[in-house]
């Protein structure tokens, strides 16, 4: 295992401890991570997005992330980029979301 692959490992389960406010599941298992890339110097960029353009507490979630990344042992910096596309839907979670949810 390399160890953009520990560090990848580590982040992910980071981001499963970050919770969509309104929803009592994971942003991960929620499908709204899209993307970990790892650069140079273990720069940290997150892709990700809302289950609503309009969700109330985007701003908390955006600045958790960040927050709980760049506490990440390892990771030098943390960028998170918010996007919409493409936009959420459920069929971007995961089984045991859409299971724990009654979705399937």
């Not at 599941?25 to 140079?40: A, M, P, R, S």
């Not at 506490?71 to 299971?99: C, Y």
Request: aromatic share 6%.
């Amino acid at each position: 295992m390399t160890s953009n692959e520990t560090l990848r490992d580590r982040i992910e389960d980071t981001l499963k401890t970050i919770y969509d406010p309104e929803i009592p599941v994971n942003i991960v298992e929620l499908g709204l991570v899209y993307k970990v890339d790892i650069k140079e110097d273990n720069v940290v960029f997150v892709t990700m997005t809302l289950t609503a353009p309009a969700c109330p507490v985007a701003g908390d979630i955006v600045r958790e992330v960040e927050e709980k990344v760049k506490e990440v042992p390892g990771v030098s910096q943390a960028h998170i980029q918010l996007t919409f596309d493409p936009p959420w839907n459920k069929e971007m979670m995961s089984d045991e979301a859409r299971l724990e949810l009654g979705f399937m």
